[in-house]
């Protein structure tokens, strides 16, 4: 039997991890979310699993301790282990150079975190159809 297909989510505010962790489980509720407050956790979680349980998308907040998204896209661009997964931003920063310095650096989307639940929603499924079917 197939893993539960699994999405990874870094954001050091628990409030966001909470909210965005139920918008994904209301949209898909087979997936398997896990959550970690900063870039080096996202590191030490991905060494920890094989090969066939890594996510199928990689979110990561913009503004994270040790490591920011940026600084974790520039990092995890140069292992081949991780170049088929998907990285997505949501981040409440709007600047441009944020935006271009993750987007040039691997990040698929770049998000600007919603205060509107439907938005949240609409978000949330562009980065779950990174997941397939």
């Known amino acids: 039997m197939p893993l539960k297909r699994k999405i990874l989510i870094a954001d050091d505010d628990s409030e966001d991890l909470e909210i965005l962790t ?5 949209l898909d509720n087979h997936m398997s979310i896990h959550t970690v407050q900063n ?3 996202v590191f030490r979680y991905l060494a920890s699993i094989a090969d066939d349980d890594l996510p199928c998308v990689i979110v990561l907040d913009y503004k994270m301790p040790i490591l920011n998204a940026a600084e974790v896209l520039e990092k995890i661009r140069s292992e081949e282990r991780y170049s088929h997964i998907p990285k997505v931003v949501w981040s409440t920063s709007g600047r441009k150079e944020d935006m271009s310095r993750c987007l040039n650096a ?3 989307e770049y998000f600007i975190k919603p205060s509107k639940t439907s938005e949240l929603k609409r978000m949330a499924g562009i980065m779950l159809r990174y997941c397939g079917s």
């Open 22 to 26: 139920e918008v994904f489980n209301q």
């Open 39 to 41: 870039g080096s956790q």
């Open 106 to 108: 691997g990040a698929r």
